[in-house]
């Protein structure tokens, strides 16, 4: 599992699950499990994540457009905390190469 | 569950009396069988070949030549290398350089040698650093880091009527999903000789004949080898598909305990515990998930080997269909 | 000397002609998987059996192994073109040309020569005066250097023509991040600006240098680099990419008037003699009229005549202490050509000490 070292992500950035993706998935109850075919790489995300990533695999889309979709799903507002998180999951993805930016 | 390995050859397998043995050792080499595997040994030091005719003195071996998968050489490298001042010099075909180890320490080398052969070249089987036993169509896979005494665990389990597959190098047929037995000698380090010469003794009277010497001042302390049960290397070939996964944890303070684990748990173990994983991919991540999937997951924890094979009995009769096999 | 030596040695007879495959007996079977494990080449005899279509008919045990190989050079490729994506999101947006060497331009090509290729390092190139920038987006994203010792970071630094190597510790592949193909201080030193200048993109974000450039790479880094050792595999790509390359006829034409250019055409000659010696590579004739006055004297081509098919696969030449001193020979023999003697008796001699010290 790759972690973000790099802290300049950048926000405004419209970012996309790579078309050359090729995601295997497995899980149980607590978790997911996911297996990237390009990169070799299994990474387990708990439901939270699994969510942004499945709104990056619906289209490109940017962290605006991405809390306003959360928004949707969540039926209320994201407070800051939520959308800290938000971005910390996000540019984990990025580093872990599951999207790239566009 | 009974798949025969596609190039094992009946016909061309034979046992050797140890004075037969000893000369192809000596000479252009035994080629042994060990599961799926066939290695051809060859050994220059006589006290090298004593050692491992104790051990693998009843495996099968082919009489005529055979495609082997790895070869693997024990030599001096001249008059005083091997006559005055032994040194065993291991010769595995791979473009690696082992440091040669005094000769009187000759199985470490060989053993060494065929772990690195076995843990670098092979990747058609999905490799586990796990003990691996199977009984009456349980198959049970305990991965674990070295020192979690996984290896004893699987030998003691073998010496009480489990089949043992492998004390450290678990492997999985990638299509059939099935167990690969590959029953080597079993590496013993430090307290655990004792415990497997007790363990052993009650059972065997002659049971020194399973062990070899103890070789104190290795890379890991003092190793012992310990032969598997005839009836293992009988079965070396008799599969079963796996459905138990147990985490073991030595602590001699702890009482004995399961633990449940969740299977999310259990997969990662099970990858962590996989040399191969990684090179194999998605065929890897594939098996490990229907792996987990159709197993019974657990951790234990024990403060003794007899307490540990209880646990491991309880755990399986538990949460497996007895099955005729 | 070379039709019997290699005649007699079954790797090359298999490589030359993989239908062998379909009738060997078991000795030879366990000779030539011996042999291709050593040389590195156990993946592609499993990849010509596959392209020829006689996969299925070979022994079981044989199948079996191959599975192995098929699985480690996947594996190989999948990490190679993972990290040339990881390279790609570090320099995102660079406007430099990042030109991929060696095995990663093959890939990227997806040349004949790497299937059932294992490799282990991704080579890249970025010109001198960016290089700088390079190194602080990959540290950035996470690589580290894993060169620690001071005389070797001062010897990157100084004297050779790479960045010292990058690792990044989620990822088991070490990136090397080169400024030129050859050291600095090597005394044929290239004009890099020709062939940075002629390198033409491939998939995307990234360059690979024109065929005759990455032939000409390839060779230089064989016959006068010091990379000579157990270097079998490095001339079959070559065998490969003259008969790959050389259907366009643009390419012979091209190939020693740019070795000429660029001052590699004795490791051209060797290239070309011991491709064709060795391999039975197809060699048009007026490619050869041409380097032929490149080449060296008698007595240093008998030398090389009988250094070279050792140095290229252990069982090939000779053996024993002929074979120590064949393999020396070379070694010192491009290394000389590579740095100016002072230096080299300071590299050796630094490297030798550490070495008696345990070190290395």
Redesign the interface.
Known sequence: ???S??T?FDQTAVFRVPSTADF?W???D??N?V?D??????Q?LNDFARELLALYEDGPKNLNVLFHEFEKIIEGKLDEQTKTQIIDTVSGF??M?LI??L | MAAQSIFHDPENLISLNDQALDNRLAGEGAQLEIGPFTVNISLKFKNIREEFIKIYGDYPYYDAPVIRDNYIKIFGRNFFRTYIRPQAFVDVGMNDEFIPLPARMGMVSLEMGLNWQVASACKQYLMFHAGVVAKDGVGLIMPAASGSGKSTLAAGLSYRGWQLHSDEFGLLDLETEELVPYPRAVSLKNQSIPVMKDWVAAEHDNYLDYFTEEYEGTPKGTICYMRPPAASIEKMHVRTRPNVVILPIFDPTSKPQIRPI???MA??RT?MSSANY?DI??DA??AI?NLIYNSAVCEIIYPSLEEAVKLVEKFVSENTEPRDV | MSDVITNKNILIRVLKNPMLMSDLSVRDWNELLREAKISNLAGRLSADAQDIGIKQELPAKVQNMFKSFDYQSR?SR??I??EM??VK?AL?GTEDKVILLKGAAYIAKNLKCTRGRVSVDLDILIKKNRIDFAEEKFL???WQHHVENDYDQKFYREYSHELPPLIHP?RQISIDVHHSILPVTSRVYPDMNKLIDDAVPCIEGFYTFSDVDIILHSVVHLFQDGEVRSSLRNLLEQHDMFEEFGKNPDFWQKLVPRAIELGFTRALYYALRYSKMILGTDIPDHVFDAIKPYGPNIVVRSLMDWMVPGVMSPTLGATGLSRWLSMNGLYIRSHWLRMPPPLLAKHLSIKFMRKIRGEA
């Open positions: 599992m790759e972690n070292k790099d300049s295997i497995s899980g149980w607590d978790a499990i297996y075919t390009r990169s070799g790489h299994t387990v990025d580093a190469g790239e930016p | 969740t299977k999310t997969f990662f990858v990684g991919g998605s991540f594939r998930s | 594996s999948r990490m073109t993972w994506n990881r999101r995102n950035a994203a996470g989620d």
